[in-house]
């Protein structure tokens, strides 16, 4: 029996590499897995190669939306920590704001690329998971440098440790929902614009 590796990792794969490349990216994974990897491996790790191979396009296509996410929640931290305020308004609009806009362009440019509306799904939420580790490591050294009794006054004034350390694995939703909807739209500018030039 021919092996294979697993559905959703070539479905994910369909959906996130242009589509012209599709068929080729594709095959060309397929063959390696198949011819070399699965015989001297075994299927299991085969797998996990495979999946590892998939992960290395998602994060090809997202690492730097995801940085740009991640480093907005980092520096929002910093401001909150080390220029407290009392009014927080302008500060949670100008990063929800651009949270947003990171998002979506990210969904828009993988949809577009790749002719799939699901890209912007899985950009959306790879840009939001990715962005995760990187404020949740951001804010992890911040402390470790800045731990002061003013410091952590005036993180407890912003919403507190609890909030700086969930925040950002609570952004996988928004990044699906705003994925999605970029996605959505992508796709059917692509659409649009294909058919207009035929």
């Given at each position: ?139 992890a050294a911040m402390l470790a440098f800045w731990h002061d009794p003013v410091t952590l006054a005036a993180a407890g004034m912003s919403g507190g440790l609890a909030e700086v350390f969930t925040l950002p694995v609570a952004m996988l939703l928004p990044g699906l929902v705003v994925g999605t909807f ?17």
């Amino acid at each position: 029996m021919t092996a294979t590796p697993p559905a959703w990792a070539e479905v994910l794969l369909r959906a996130i590499v242009a589509r012209h490349d599709g068929d080729a990216v594709s095959g060309d994974l397929l063959e390696a897995y198949r011819d070399s990897i699965e015989p001297s491996r075994g299927r299991r790790r085969a797998d996990w190669w495979y999946v590892r191979q998939v992960f290395g396009f998602v994060w090809r296509r997202t690492w730097l939306a995801a940085l740009l996410f991640g480093g907005g929640f980092v520096a929002r931290t910093a401001l909150d920590w080390r220029v407290p305020t009392q009014d927080f308004l302008v500060r949670s609009e100008v990063s929800t704001y651009a949270g947003v806009c990171i998002l979506l362009a990210v969904a828009l440019h993988a949809a577009w690329r790749s002719g799939s509306a699901a890209a912007g799904s899985i950009a959306g939420v790879a840009t939001a998971g990715l962005g995760a580790i990187v404020s949740l490591t951001g804010a992890a050294a911040m402390l470790a440098f800045w731990h002061d009794p003013v410091t952590l006054a005036a993180a407890g004034m912003s919403g507190g440790l609890a909030e700086v350390f969930t925040l950002p694995v609570a952004m996988l939703l928004p990044g699906l929902v705003v994925g999605t909807f970029g996605g959505l739209v992508g796709a059917a500018c692509r659409r649009a614009v294909r058919a207009s030039a035929n």
